[in-house]
């Protein structure tokens, strides 16, 4: 099983048996030997990569910000809260997904030779042993494996997205792929309210200006009900 607060962001088949591990020195893939169960997905190797985030506002620390992590789908995999150095909490993200596909008891090899039907006569194709292999969609582009064009030239790197914000400071979005240990810095944004004053043509202002628009009043999502969302 995966270790605790670890998301896997790919549905696993049940029953298998998953390693997962993350920030580990002098450990990879070919340090792993597994026993397949009658089918390739019986057990799985995530590998994962250390992820924290530091939020700023005019270079200042932002104590009690929100941090919400999505996955590629926009599905909210932690909602983090920093501390009084402006820190998230160091998590987990999976970032590469191997299998053994040609059960030699190795998994994230490259270039295996794969029976697809025993036949006679046999059919085999030639994969690598991770994410353009495991049969999803790990970047969220709606393609997958080989119809993915990410796969011709190496893998499908997870991509994920980053929101954070608090009343006051600013806020903050962006997506970023997953290719390492990622330990960097958010610059909330406070965008100051703008007013926008449109004069048709062959008319002239009126004396009296009614402006109206909308604003934040401060209370965050989510909300208990519709009503006070929609207030």
């Known amino acids: 099983m995966p270790p605790a607060g670890m998301p896997m962001s790919l549905e696993l088949v049940n029953n298998s048996t998953v390693l997962s591990y993350a920030g580990l020195q002098n450990f990879d893939t070919s340090k792993i030997h597994v026993k397949n169960q009658n089918t390739p997905w019986g057990t799985q190797v995530r590998e994962g990569e250390l992820v924290r985030f530091q939020v700023k506002a005019l270079n200042s620390d932002v104590d009690g910000a929100t941090v919400v992590i999505k996955n590629s789908t926009g599905f909210p995999l932690y909602s983090l809260t920093t501390d009084q150095f402006g820190y998230t909490p160091e998590v987990t993200l999976p970032s590469n997904f191997y299998l053994d596909r040609n059960w030699n ?38 393609l997958t494996d080989d119809d993915d064009p990410d796969c011709a030239t190496g893998r499908e790197i997870p991509s994920y997205s980053v929101e954070a914000y608090k009343f006051g400071k600013g806020i903050f979005q962006s997506d970023f792929n ?42 965050a999502p989510p909300y208990a009900t519709d009503i006070i969302s929609m207030q």
């Open 105 to 142: 008891n190795q998994v994230g090899e490259q270039g295996v030779t794969v029976v697809l039907d025993p036949g006679p006569p046999a059919i085999t194709t030639v994969m690598d042993e991770n994410t353009c292999s495991d049969g999803y969609d790990n970047d969220g582009d709606t």
């Open 178 to 219: 997953l290719t390492g240990p990622i330990d960097d810095i958010i610059s909330l944004e406070n965008m100051p309210p703008s007013v926008t004053l449109t004069q048709p043509e062959f008319t002239s202002f009126a004396r009296i200006v009614s402006l109206s628009g909308t604003a934040w009043d401060g209370l």
